[in-house]
T-cell receptor, first 113, second 110 residues
Framework: GESVGLHLPTLSVQEGDNSIINCAYS??????FIWYKQESGKGPQFIID?????DKRQGQRVTVLLNKTVKHLSLQIAATQPGDSAVYFC????????????FGKGTLLTVNP | DGGITQSPKYLFRKEGQNVTLSCEQN?????MYWYRQDPGQGLRLIYY???????QKGDIAEGYSVSREKKESFPLTVTSAQKNPTAFYLC?????????FGPGTRLTVT
């Protein structure tokens, strides 16, 4: 079937390298952000989130950085593995949106063994 | 297992037929959502429901309908009025901000 990765920005890395995936968000009032991972043909999987009162949050092998000045979000994946190959996209939310998320289009990460 | 289930995984229909996609969750989440995903595009919100017996249109509700008679269930009907129904449909549920997704249903209309 069709891949959700068609026509998306792509990032290709070697296994073991660190990956950085970027996202520019649109609403300066956004106060909550999520990174999702989506493998081909599957539903998005929650990876990590961050609120606007923080500029960095770490999880297992992942770190999210938030720069509110330039409305930029990044996801860093340490020691990237072949199983990390997927589309990654960010989502933003703001108070008053009734918990409706706005999603970015995503970046296709390919990890070469 | 707790989670969100969508069935079927693949669905084929002839043009002009209505079709209903199932979404069930046992996470006890109040809010549920339906999204459409097309290749190379972000998720677009079709309908959402914050509580039983209540739902609101999202950004692309035309040609779709929903019901929310039970907390656990939020079925989506793709009607014959939807001009381009072939897509990957995702259901999600949330408690506060965090949304969790089901595995999706790929609908093909010919």
């Amino acid at each position: 079937g069709e891949s959700v990765g068609l026509h998306l920005p792509t990032l290709s890395v070697q296994e073991g390298d660190n990956s950085i995936i970027n996202c520019a968000y649109s609403n300066s009032a956004s106060d909550y952000f999520i990174w999702y991972k989506q493998e081909s043909g599957k539903g998005p999987q929650f990876i990590i989130d961050i609120r606007s009162n923080m500029d960095k949050r770490q999880g297992q092998r992942v770190t999210v950085l938030l720069n509110k000045t330039v409305k930029h979000l990044s996801l860093q994946i340490a020691a990237t593995q072949p199983g990390d190959s997927a589309v990654y996209f960010c989502a933003e939310n703001w108070a008053g949106s009734n918990y409706k998320l706005t999603f970015g289009k995503g970046t296709l990460l390919t990890v070469n063994p | 297992d707790g989670g969100i289930t969508q069935s079927p995984k693949y669905l084929f229909r002839k043009e002009g037929q209505n079709v209903t996609l199932s979404c069930e969750q046992n996470l006890n989440h109040d809010a549920m959502y339906w999204y459409r995903q097309d290749p190379g595009q972000g998720l677009r919100l079709i309908y959402y429901s914050q509580i039983v017996n209540d739902f609101q249109k999202g950004d692309i509700a035309e040609g779709y309908s929903v019901s929310r008679e039970k907390k656990e269930s939020f079925p989506l009907t793709v009607t014959s009025a939807q001009k381009n129904p072939t897509a990957f449909y995702l259901c999600a549920s949330s408690i506060a901000d965090e949304q969790y997704f089901g595995p999706g249903t790929r609908l093909t209309v010919t």
